[in-house]
């Protein structure tokens, strides 16, 4: 996690999370736009071995979008925590 050290002279803690809330809002935009791009059978005919290799590695790709975006919630959550 990116834990950064609030003070006086560095950004101002709301500046922080809005960019991590920004970066979510993008990131779900992300997650919707991969979805209408899942790998269906009738593109894969008579290739199933490859039909569940392309969906696996389709639905890893969200996964780590799903991580991605908790992370930055994790942050924007310690951040205001610092902050208060």
Do not use: S
């Amino acid at each position: 996690m990116i834990r950064p050290i609030l003070n006086n002279n560095g950004t101002d803690a709301f500046d922080l999370i809005d960019a991590r809330r920004n970066a979510m809002d993008l990131i779900n935009e992300l997650i919707e736009a991969l979805k209408q791009v899942t790998p269906n059978g009738r593109d894969y005919i008579g290739d199933t071995e490859r039909l569940t290799a392309d969906r696996n590695l389709h639905f890893d790709r969200l996964a780590a979008l799903h991580t991605l975006r908790e992370e930055l919630l994790d942050e924007a959550l310690y951040i205001q925590k610092e902050a208060a």
